[in-house]
């Protein structure tokens, strides 16, 4: 069983920066593939960013492109997301989600197999 917890959300004004990171414990870190997706009220979560366990070229919504940039430190079970250039639209809970599941296209949250709480990030205008 893998456990997911996420750091670094917080109130950020618009065209600010903030570094999400996500902790994983319990399991193999370095087999999952890890994702970020976020749910702003009233709206369905959505996918954010992906990376495979090998890395390669990421999965980024269009939204979010050249603005945020994923990594993940296998060493240390984590994740991070750099979000720079923030807009009040990127407000809303993230979350972290790992998958062992072979992806094609646009993530689907039914593909992930853990998930963390969640962190607010409220970008102000």
């Known amino acids: 069983q893998v456990q997911l917890e996420e750091f670094g959300g917080g109130l950020v004004q618009a065209g600010g920066s903030l570094r999400l990171s996500c902790v994983a414990s319990?399991?193999?870190?370095?087999?999952?593939?890890m994702a970020w997706f976020r749910q702003a009220p009233g709206k369905e979560r959505e996918p954010v960013v992906d990376?495979?366990?090998?890395?390669?070229?990421?999965y980024y919504a269009d939204s979010v492109k050249g603005r945020f940039t994923i990594s993940r430190d296998n060493a240390k079970n984590t994740v991070y997301l750099q979000m720079n250039s923030l807009k009040p639209e990127d407000t809303a809970v993230y979350y972290c989600?790992?998958?062992?599941?072979?992806?094609?296209?646009?993530?689907?949250?039914?593909?992930?197999?853990?998930w963390g709480q969640g962190t607010q990030v409220t970008v102000s205008s």
């Open positions: 989600a790992a998958r062992l599941r072979p992806r094609t296209g646009v993530p689907q949250t039914a593909l992930y197999d853990y």
């Open positions: 319990g399991g193999t870190f370095s087999t999952y593939a």
């Open positions: 990376i495979a366990w090998l890395g390669g070229i990421p």
